[in-house]
Every structure is written in structure tokens, then in C-alpha cells.
């Protein structure tokens, strides 16, 4: 029997008890990060606490298709709400790679301007601004107000859950699309079999579909706990994905590592037998074979993601004990992970700082006291040490935060907590 599907709006959850994707039970559990605030549901500075949602944050891993999954689906309802904050276009790695992405397909599956491009959480629109001013139709599918943002921007886009049903109404209103990206949201979608129908109605019979996802090997490597949240469903190897494509009548033709969020994958299918397989493919799943995704890799990973809490506390206890202030730099979604699971409050932690203009300012962090406030701060209170939530750019960021004039030491919490 299938998983049961949430009532959506009702804020309800759904344990995983079957695979996702090839509904194989049962599951192997491979970490579990205690019950975790949605990353998105964000207090206003002054409110007073309340009750707030929490749910159980556990890895759990298919033994037969490999895919490593959360064991929790929230209603999606609660986790991208209206006013869901997150923007991609404020984001420069962001708009680097999505820039880099439409230079990419137009060499190796160029179309041409006649033809549509169709991104699946669409955001506010700053991936298709890259295919619209290369002069091609573009059409957005995306639940949240930033698609209000995108249409403001004159990016085409239809404000709804992608689903079969939407599907069907975009192809007889705009036609087949050439190609379909889904650009850090294949991973977040529940009834994923369902999703990739609808993909297959939006495309054409020789389109190409391109994911992006977090990477589950880049994951291991360096030791990304903090990107296991509810948003994310799924935490896709190559290996995993060919299952869910395969089992559709796609092929995975190119793959590639790519550096957004930490480490991502890049997946280019079509539907099989359309496509040569670049030999990018091969390359990928031996590398996957040889980098401890199976089960004794992950337990290796469980044991070093609790030594990374114990030295983190460790470092900011020692902190704090000298009456040295601690400001966190960034809020996105990972940051609610590290907090919530190693336990910093604002006794810990005094505020975290975003780039002015961040949705974010004005907020608490999710199951905190701890403010989310204007960068500017930093600089006006000089605090001893900042935290580096968004740590993966850790060698972007200092020289930034340096040049602006920052005067204290920068603690980076992963792989291995220390001081910079």
C-alpha cells in the first residue's frame, strides 16, 4: 500500500514507513536530529512564544533503490507558505550558476527562441531571466507570493503547486516545453512519481528535464547535517535518481557536481533512448560506488556528525565563558538545523545578521529567541567572534565581512568546528 497523502492545510505529517520512490519497506535508519521547527516559520522580533509545530528529523535510507530520504512529510502548506521568505535572486553564487546553467544546456541542447522553457519552482524568477533574455518563452510554475515577484519582473508565471492537473493546464494553454528545470525543489515535492508525470506532460518528445538537488555524496563528505530539513524529501545520489527516472521512461543523459548549497547535483534526462549518454554518467556512479553511501559509510557519517555537535559546543562554551559575544552570520534554512539540533539560544548565540533588504530581518530564529537583524549591526557592535551559518562559503564570505570592516575572529561549525 501506498504512503497515506497529508490533508493539505491541515499542518498534519505522515511518518515514512515505504520508500519514495520505489515504495520498498522496510527503511534503514541512518540519523535522527530530534524534532525540528519548520525552517521557514519565522516569529516576529516582540511577539511573545507560543506554540509552535515541531517534527521528528530522521535520515532513513532504501535498501534497494538507495535513495536516503527524511522519515517525516509535512504538509506542504506549512513548509512553503504564502509569505515563504526565501529568494534566489539575493543570492550571488545563485545567480552564477543559473547563469552558468542556460550557457551550459544552450551548448549542448541548444533550442531555439520559438521554443518554451518551463522552471518548476520558479522562485522569483531569476533562472528564467537568463532563457528570457537569450530571447526564448519562458513560463514559471511557483506556490509561493515571490511568483507575484517574478510577474512584477515580467517573468511569465503561474502561481500554484505543480502537480498533474496544473501540468495538463500549462501544456494545452502554452504547449510542450523544450525544456523543464527544477532547480532545488525536486527534492522538496512530495508524491515525487506524481511530479515526474507531470514533467513528462509538460515536455516535448525530445525535451530535456534538468534537476538540480542537494547532493547526497557531497553531503557525506563534508559532513552536511545541516541540510536535513523537512523542505528537503529526498537527498538524491545519481544512483537513486536513475531509479525514479528509469522507472518513468527517462534516461539520465549528463550529470555533473556542481559548488550551490554546499554541494549540488545536476542532472540533465530525456525520455530514454532520445539522447546519447555522455559519458559523465559512468563517471559520477563509480565515484558514488567508492564514497560511502552504503550503509556502514552512513553509520561512519552518524558518528562524526555527533562529534561536530560535542566540539562545537566545546569552542562556545569556552566562549562564552570569557564574556565574549557571539553574532551568527546568514539565517537560511540550514542554520535552523544547526541551531535547533545542537541547542543555541540567545543566551549562546545573541543575534544572527542578513544582507539588508533579507525578508528575514525583524524575525526570530525558528524555535528561538534569537533576532534576525541587519547586517550593519556587526560592524556598529564589533562583537568578538561570528558564527558562520553559511559556512560552504566560508571563503567568499570573510574577505566580504573583513573588507566591511569586521574586527573579530570568524567560528566556522563544519566539517570540524574551529576558529578562522
Keep these: 500500500m ?18 519514495q520512490v520505489c515504495d520498498h519497506q522496510p527503511l534503514d535508519s541512518v540519523l535522527f536530529l530530534g524534532y525540528l521547527p519548520p525552517v521557514n516559520q519565522m516569529r516576529t522580533i516582540g511577539e511573545r512564544p507560543h506554540e509552535q509545530p515541531a517534527y521528528p528529523a530522521e535520515l532513513l535510507r532504501c535498501p534497494s533503490c538507495e535513495l ?3 522519515g517525516c512529510v509535512v504538509d506542504k502548506q506549512v513548509l512553503f ?37 518551463i522552471d518548476i519552482g520558479s522562485n522569483d524568477g531569476t533562472l528564467l531571466a537568463n532563457w528570457q ?18 510577474q512584477q519582473r515580467g517573468i511569465p508565471t503561474e502561481i500554484a503547486y505543480m502537480g498533474t492537473e496544473v501540468a495538463r493546464r500549462v501544456r494545452d494553454q502554452h504547449g510542450p516545453a523544450a525544456i523543464v528545470t527544477a532547480t532545488n525543489v525536486f527534492a522538496h515535492m512530495e508524491d515525487v512519481p506524481s511530479i515526474v508525470d507531470g514533467i513528462l506532460t509538460l515536455l516535448d518528445d525530445d525535451g530535456i528535464f534538468i534537476s ?34 528509469t522507472a518513468h521512461g527517462l534516461e539520465a543523459v549528463h550529470a555533473k557536481r556542481i559548488p550551490t548549497h554546499g554541494g549540488s547535483i545536476r542532472v540533465y534526462a530525456a525520455r530514454a533512448g532520445t539522447r546519447e549518454v555522455r559519458p559523465s554518467i559512468a563517471e559520477l556512479l563509480a565515484a558514488e560506488q567508492a564514497g560511502g553511501l552504503d550503509s556502514e559509510g552512513l553509520g561512519a557519517f552518524k558518528a ?44 549562546i548565540v545573541d543575534a544572527v ?63 570540524e568546528p574551529r576558529i578562522a
Design 2 to 19: 501506498p504512503e497515506p497523502k497529508l490533508a493539505a492545510g491541515t499542518g498534519s505529517s505522515v511518518t515514512v514507513h515505504r520508500c
Design 68 to 70: 536516503v530520504q527524511i
Design 81 to 117: 507558505p504564502p509569505e515563504y521568505p526565501y529568494t534566489s535572486g539575493t543570492t550571488k553564487i545563485l545567480r552564477d550558476n543559473f547563469a552558468e546553467m542556460y550557457r551550459e544546456s544552450q551548448s549542448i541542447y541548444p533550442i531555439g527562441p520559438e521554443q518554451l522553457v
Design 133 to 150: 533574455q537569450g530571447g526564448h518563452r519562458v513560463l514559471g510554475i511557483e506556490p509561493t507570493d515571490m511568483g507575484k515577484l517574478a
Design 212 to 245: 538540480e538537488s542537494h547532493y547526497l555524496l557531497a553531503l557525506v563528505e563534508t559532513l552536511q547535517y545541516d541540510t536535513i530539513y523537512h523542505e528537503h524529501l529526498r537527498y538524491y545520489s545519481l544512483t537513486s535518481l536513475r531509479h525514479l527516472l
Design 304 to 347: 562524526r556528525v555527533v562529534a561536530a555537535k560535542l566540539q562545537l559546543h566545546t569552542l562556545l562554551s569556552g566562549i562564552k565563558e570569557r564574556g565574549e559575544r557571539v553574532y551568527g552570520i546568514g539565517a537560511p534554512s540550514r542554520a535552523s538545523t544547526i541551531i535547533n539540533y545542537t541547542g543555541i539560544d540567545d543566551g
Design 353 to 415: 545578521m542578513e544582507i539588508g533588504g533579507s525578508y528575514k530581518i525583524g524575525k526570530y530564529m525558528p524555535g528561538t529567541l534569537i533576532p534576525v537583524l541587519d547586517e550593519r549591526k556587526l560592524y556598529e557592535d564589533q562583537p568578538e567572534y561570528a558564527l558562520l551559518f553559511s559556512w560552504h562559503i566560508a571563503d567568499e564570505l570573510m574577505p566580504k565581512i573583513r573588507a566591511k570592516g569586521f574586527e573579530g575572529r570568524f567560528i566556522i561549525p563544519l566539517p
